[in-house]
């Protein structure tokens, strides 16, 4: 499908996609039950309002990426572009790498796992969402969260984090700074510098060496 093939693939049900290269704009809207492997994807607006999709063995290259859809379940994809994930909920993605700006805006539901999150603004107004065994690299990431949960994660490059989250995070290595989170805990092995200048940025942040430590 060539870049002047525009909105293809709407209102379909039981759609499998194998080997194939979906460049057109606005592809795959309104969908449900998809099975996409092996592909190639370049679209600016790809699978809005999609419901039950599995994609396997991808790139894609988008802008307004998966907008409001739910139950992806998504492995070894890698992803490029601005604004993905907005809005989706109950998701899966392992082993996947996500070069994207402003990714998974008020998402709910969500696990990441075994991935490489790159970009800006991080799942800022997300909720329920859980981020295992990951690394994330960006300014200001994950602010203005809900049960937030990083788990053996690492953050590189990742300044004013957490701002006015309600957050429990591991971290395995250093954190440039954390911003007035909210609630929960954070544990790392070194943060740069802690801003609290909120009274009601009550959230306990501890260093692995001094845990058990009056």
């Known amino acids: 499908m060539t870049n002047l093939c525009r909105a293809a693939i709407w ?16 592809g ?6 998809v099975m996409i492997k092996n592909s190639d994807i370049v679209s600016p ?6 419901h039950n999709i599995t994609m396997k063995d991808t790139t894609a290259d988008s802008e307004y990426f998966m907008m409001r859809s ?23 993605f392992i082993n996947c790498n996500f070069d ?4 998974f805006w008020h998402a709910k539901n969500v696990v990441v796992k075994d991935s490489l999150v790159k970009g800006e603004y991080l799942a800022w107004y997300c909720e329920n969402v859980t981020f295992e065994n990951c ?6 990431p994950l602010c203005y969260c809900k049960n ?3 788990i053996n994660c690492k953050m590189q ?23 007035n989170p909210y609630s929960g805990s954070i544990v790392a092995d070194h943060v740069d510098e802690i801003i609290i200048d909120d009274n009601e940025a009550r959230c306990e942040i501890k260093l692995k060496d001094n845990i058990g430590k009056p």
């Open 11 to 26: 209102y379909s049900e039981d759609i499998s996609i194998d080997n194939t290269k979906l460049h057109g704009i606005k």
């Open 28 to 33: 795959l809207r309104e969908c449900s039950d």
């Open 45 to 50: 607006e790809f699978g809005w309002s999609v």
């Open 70 to 92: 739910d139950n992806l379940r998504f492995e070894n994809v890698s992803m490029k572009g601005k604004y993905s994930f907005q809005y989706i909920e109950d998701s899966e």
């Open 100 to 103: 994207t700006k402003d990714a």
């Open 135 to 140: 690394v994330i690299i960006g300014t200001q």
């Open 148 to 150: 937030l949960k990083l």
């Open 157 to 179: 490059e990742t300044d004013l984090s957490f701002e006015k989250s309600d957050v429990y995070a591991i971290i395995d290595g250093s954190i440039i700074s954390i911003k």
